[in-house]
């Protein structure tokens, strides 16, 4: 049996905000929750286990999420940042369609089903 390697990382706030992507996209991708803030060392452990990946950034529209998105711009720079609606403002409560093609402009495989 051949491993995966998983060579996108996404990085959400919530566990609510993991289980709505993980239900959305159609490949394996690993989904970091970081519970809305994030001391030093967790920042460092994720940056270390993202090393050679592609990094995503997706959280809220909100100050806590805007606040978690100005640290990682600042020690994660290589990462893209995906931004859902404002009205919406969290990751969790927007509509499915919305976060597929969110993150189908990324090119990730996501559920045919959710482009509608």
């Given at each position: 049996m051949r491993l995966i390697e998983i060579e996108?990382?996404?990085?959400?706030?919530?566990k609510s905000d993991k289980k709505r992507i993980e239900s959305i996209i159609n490949e394996p991708i690993e989904i970091i929750c970081t519970n809305g803030t994030i001391s030093l060392s967790k920042l460092d452990e994720i940056i270390d286990s993202t090393y050679d990946k592609d990094v995503y950034i997706l959280v809220d529209?909100?100050?806590s999420g805007n606040k978690l998105r100005k640290q990682f711009k600042k020690e994660l720079p290589?990462?893209?940042h995906l931004y859902i609606d404002k009205m919406y403002r969290e990751v969790a409560a927007a509509p499915r369609n919305?976060?597929?093609?969110?993150?189908?402009?990324?090119?990730i495989d996501v559920n045919a089903?959710?482009?509608?």
């Open positions: 996108k990382v996404i990085i959400v706030e919530g529209s909100d100050d290589e990462a893209e919305h976060i597929a093609t969110v993150l189908l402009s990324a090119n089903e959710f482009l509608i």
